[in-house]
């Protein structure tokens, strides 16, 4: 039930008489001035932490209720999170409905018509709890609704530096307005009418308020058609706030209308997805009134949170256990939700009574970490009640939640493979803290009635596939093509109506390398099986053939898997049907890796001059080799291919049985390039080895020649493109000093990594290999327990740059993270450093170059 008038309908039943205005115009929206918008304003890069009074002013649990607001009880409530909980981001104290009102909820305001701290409750008025908060570092948050008061209305109040008064700036004939129809319409046509709501932002302001939440608002609010349109409050109470010289947090209340998501972005830093979380009645909360619903209701929403603005799901009445009225697993669940879903964490409990149990939820710094990192989560499907969330975290790694939302014992699984994820990833279980390993194919958990798991999910080597969603902001629909909703679908949607010249296009498919890529295709087709135009990047159209189920049920997901060329950087794939004609509904894409292309050194189609020849050997691909490369000889690739210019990744499959040979190469006839080999030193000429490098190529065919004017070179068994020009660092090349030490690491890629760097130690890449001079980009591979180390690196010797590393602040030193930086390459071989001076650094597992 709504905050404002929920408490109204419990202590003055005199409401009854909003039952008389039978009739409701639609309300002008009038436009504005522009205004420096509240999803501007430098507030909300991350969803807000913090405390709010409702809950406990809702509920009837014995101590509790509207008379619970008071000065006192707010400071008790900023004396707990300052000892327990701000340490761990929560910063918000705030105050919701009633600080106007006396205690028989009649409204208080000052000579201008303004809302007035009613005595009996805050009697040295808010900026008294404004400044005891400050005192701790905690922001001060306050409650209001949209509209002008009937009774500031009726005794007609001046407006403050206007000579205007308040019946001047209502709408005539008057028309309530807001979620429970209980003020009168503003008429912003009239100047007055923003003076008036400046007037107010300006007094809260001025007692050092931090935080607004705007109640009521319609669109929304229950109301969804229109007859009451607070769309020019929220415009008025933004530029409102921005004005006031006082940076204020805009948050927007409840239920909002998704239709107009465009406009509460603009506006404000969050909105109420939802209706209130309280149950009102015995406890804060129960599972069927606060949290089930908020499983649909919120996916729409998903994908429009972000910085600047965030999706609220209302309270987190996760404290105490007798008190919220939940079970223990239904507590975890509900802050699983929140965490995933990247919403405000505010608690509504008693902080003077929480639990041991409520505390350690409210304080898993990963749980918070999750929600802090805003990457808003999409069920994969929600066919069932056993259901799995996931969010791309955009470092390689996926945040999962499992979900049994029936009252029974379940089973819930994931397979990788859903999320695009190959091989084995090593799996963190976050509410314990554990590592749970390497697990291949898919994680299950037998889960009771309304229990979660939350999982980090990190692929081995990079091997995940990104994700698309066909309902994307991002994407382009034309014609027909249109958002439907749809249960089996990861997201709970999909786009429908393709075909008779409409399309869908995915215009942001972002590959780090040119090259061919597998697309799986998730789709819908209840038809015999239709068909669809691909285009790639504008090019020509091929046509894709779907199997249909045949059976007019256009809910059952299947997939298909096709390969696409791919240039590096954005992509657009357009998916259309001819000009008569339906394609199967689209309800996603996973991009998988980049598939390696390779050239065999005995192709027929490559040059060998002088004394090179085609070798046998056991244990080469395709059981040849090219040897005798040397003294005059070559080996030349003649047809490599790039679908575009630029660099990739290089790898030599070579034999060297001596104590270490080297040869030249030269790409499309340039300068040569000299490459050092490992030999086995052991004249063992079938033992293959790899060297991994970055090459430039022009798009279509290139020439790639292995030679060495005198000596001879290593044979060669054949080249690949594609793949990451990584190197680990525990390589034998590599230079350690110091401290710096090989260690066991069972996240990491071949299970080691360097730790110890620090305190004068450091780690060297001796050998990062590319064959052009310029700027690439170096992505490290590293692991970091403590709250976020730094590190000194340094190219080819020169001035070391201090870089600064995201810490798991958990002492868990086998989690792997990724970061990267842009650095300046010579062609041929490099070094780079790691170093620290003085304390330490985080331990590196590998580099890769691209």
Not at 230 to 248: M, Y
Not at 304 to 316: E, F, H, M, Q, T
Not at 365 to 372: G, K, N, P, S
Not at 615 to 624: A, D, I, R
Request: charged letters at 10%.
């Amino acid at each position: 039930m709504p905050r404002y008038i929920a408490v109204i309908r419990r202590v003055i039943p005199i409401l009854v008489i909003l039952a008389c205005c039978a009739l409701f115009l639609p309300l002008p929206f009038f436009s504005h001035p522009a205004v420096a918008h509240a999803s501007s304003n430098g507030l909300g890069q991350k969803p807000y932490m913090g405390w709010s009074s409702w809950s406990l002013e809702s509920t009837n649990y014995s101590g509790y209720n509207t008379p619970w607001l008071t000065a006192d009880h707010v400071k008790s409530q900023a004396d707990v999170l300052h000892q327990q909980l701000q340490s761990h981001g929560y910063q918000y104290i705030n105050i919701d409905a009633g600080w106007w009102m006396d205690l028989n909820w009649k409204a208080t305001f000052d000579g201008y018509g303004r809302p007035s701290p009613y005595p009996g409750r805050f009697p040295a008025g808010i900026s008294d709890v404004a400044n005891y908060v400050h005192n701790y570092g905690l922001k001060l948050g306050i409650y209001y609704v949209a509209g002008l008061d009937q009774s500031v209305y009726n005794q007609n109040s001046p407006i403050y530096g206007t000579s205007c008064h308040a019946q001047d700036i209502a709408i005539k004939p008057l028309q309530m307005t807001n979620g429970w129809r209980g003020n009168y319409a503003i008429d912003y046509s009239n100047s007055c009418a923003q003076a008036y709501i400046n007037s107010i932002a300006n007094q809260f302001a001025s007692w050092g308020v931090d935080f607004l939440k705007l109640d009521g608002v319609t669109p929304g609010s229950g109301i969804y058609d229109l007859s009451t349109d607070n769309r020019p409050d929220v415009q008025a109470w933004s530029q409102a706030l921005a004005q006031s010289g006082r940076p204020i947090w805009f948050e927007l209340s409840w239920a909002l209308d998704h239709r107009y998501i465009s406009f509460w972005q603009q506006q404000a830093n969050g909105w109420r997805i939802d209706t209130d979380v309280e149950c009102y009645c015995g406890t804060l909360v129960t599972w069927d009134n606060s949290v089930k619903a908020r499983f649909n209701d919120v996916v729409p929403w998903t994908q429009n949170a972000g910085p600047g603005g965030w999706n609220d799901l209302d309270s987190l009445d996760v404290g105490s256990g007798t008190l919220d009225g939940i079970s223990q697993d239904e507590r975890q669940s509900y802050m699983t939700l929140w965490a995933i879903e990247a919403a405000p964490l505010f608690s509504g409990d008693d902080l003077t009574k929480l639990d041991s149990s409520g505390l350690s939820l409210l304080t898993n710094d990963e749980v918070i970490a999750v929600d802090q990192s805003g990457h808003p989560a999409r069920p994969l499907s929600q066919l069932n009640n056993q259901q799995v969330w996931y969010a791309d975290n955009g470092d390689g790694t996926y945040t999962v939640a499992l979900f049994n939302l029936d009252s029974g014992n379940a089973t819930v699984t994931v397979n990788w493979s859903d999320l695009g994820i190959s091989g084995a990833p090593t799996v963190r279980d976050l509410w314990s803290h554990t590592n749970l390993g390497t697990i291949a194919d898919h994680f299950s958990a037998s889960l009771n009635g309304h229990a979660s798991r939350l999982l980090k999910v990190t692929p081995a080597g990079g091997n995940a596939g990104k994700i698309y969603e066909a309902e994307a902001l991002a994407n382009t629909l034309t014609g027909s093509a249109s958002v439907v909703s749809c249960t089996a679908c990861s997201g709970g949607q999909k786009i429908g109506n393709i075909g008779n010249g409409a399309s869908l296009t995915f215009n942001n498919i972002s590959v780090i390398a040119s090259g061919t890529y597998p697309v799986n295709i998730s789709y819908v087709d209840g038809d015999a099986g239709r068909s669809m135009q691909l285009s790639v990047n504008g090019g020509s159209a091929t046509t894709q053939n779907f199997h249909g189920t045949n059976d007019n049920n256009w809910n059952a997901v299947q997939t298909t898997t096709i390969l696409v060329n791919l240039n590096a950087g954005n992509n657009t794939l357009q998916f259309s049907s001819p000009s008569s004609g339906w394609s199967p509904d689209l309800d996603r894409l996973i991009v998988g890796s980049l598939i390696p292309t390779s050239y065999e050194a005995e192709s027929a189609g490559n040059t060998l001059t002088g004394s090179a020849s085609v070798v046998s050997c056991t244990v080469c691909s395709g059981g040849q080799k090219v040897g005798n490369i040397g003294n005059g000889a070559s080996l030349t690739f003649n047809n490599v291919q790039a679908s575009t210019t630029g660099r990739t990744a290089l790898t030599i499959a070579y034999i060297d049985g001596d104590s270490g040979r080297s040869a030249q190469m030269s790409i499309n006839g340039g300068s040569a390039l000299t490459i050092n080999f490992h030999g086995t030193n052991n004249n063992n000429w079938n033992t293959v080895q790899t060297l991994t490098m970055t090459i430039s190529l022009n798009t279509g065919s290139n020439t790639i020649k292995l030679f060495s004017g005198s000596n001879w070179a290593p044979d060669i068994d054949r080249v690949t493109l594609g793949g990451n020009n990584t190197t680990e660092a525990e390589a034998a090349g590599n230079t350690l000093t110091g401290s710096a030490s090989i260690v066991s690491c069972s996240a990491c890629s071949g299970s080691q990594k360097v730790g110890n760097i620090g305190n004068g130690a450091s780690l060297t890449f001796n050998q990062v290999l590319v064959s052009n001079t310029g700027s690439y980009t170096l992505s490290i591979q590293y692991i970091d327990g403590d709250s976020g180390r730094s590190a000194q690196l340094s190219v080819n010797g020169g001035a070391a740059s201090t870089l600064t590393f995201h810490g798991t602040n958990d002492n868990n030193w086998n989690a792997v993270q990724t970061t990267s930086v842009v650095v300046n390459l010579n062609a041929g071989y490099n070094s780079i450093q790691f170093s620290s001076g003085s304390g330490w650094a985080p331990d590196i597992d590998c580099i890769s170059i691209s």
